[in-house]
Nanobody, 119 residues
Framework: VQLVESGGGLVQAGGSLRLSCEVSEVIHSIRTMGWYRQVLGNPREWVAEIRDGGSQHYVDFVEGRFTISRDSAKNTFYLQMNSLKPEDTAAYYC??????????????WGLGTQVTVSS
């Protein structure tokens, strides 16, 4: 498994969670690191990304509440989620666009971590 997420769980509305995504050292020349989410029966939707230059981008409905960051020394990036709402309930997936061991550009996905926000 190239990406390993952690940090999901059950939280009350208004609470916070921090998701982590540990990236395998096999992946290099990373272009973007991102988070997506998916509610069962719906398409997976983009939430946030951080690009190799450090710029951060968010979907409008999480702007101001979620923060994406990275720790290069730990090969890990994060999604800090504050002021959570019941509609944020979903499986959250991390994704990385980078080069694999054969130097081919690839999009990697984690297995997902469930976030449940109770009202």
């Amino acid at each position: 498994v190239q990406l390993v997420e952690s940090g999901g769980g059950l939280v009350q509305a208004g609470g916070s969670l921090r998701l982590s995504c540990e990236v395998s050292e096999v992946i290099h020349s990373i272009r973007t690191m991102g988070w997506y989410r998916q509610v069962l029966g719906n398409p997976r939707e983009w939430v946030a990304e951080i690009r190799d230059g450090g710029s951060q981008h968010y979907v409008d409905f999480v702007e101001g509440r979620f923060t994406i960051s990275r720790d290069s020394a730990k090969n890990t990036f994060y999604l800090q989620m504050n002021s959570l709402k019941p509609e944020d309930t979903a499986a959250y997936y991390c994704s990385v666009e980078g080069r694999n061991r054969w130097n081919r550009l690839e999009v990697f996905w984690g297995l997902g971590t469930q976030v449940t926000v109770s009202s």
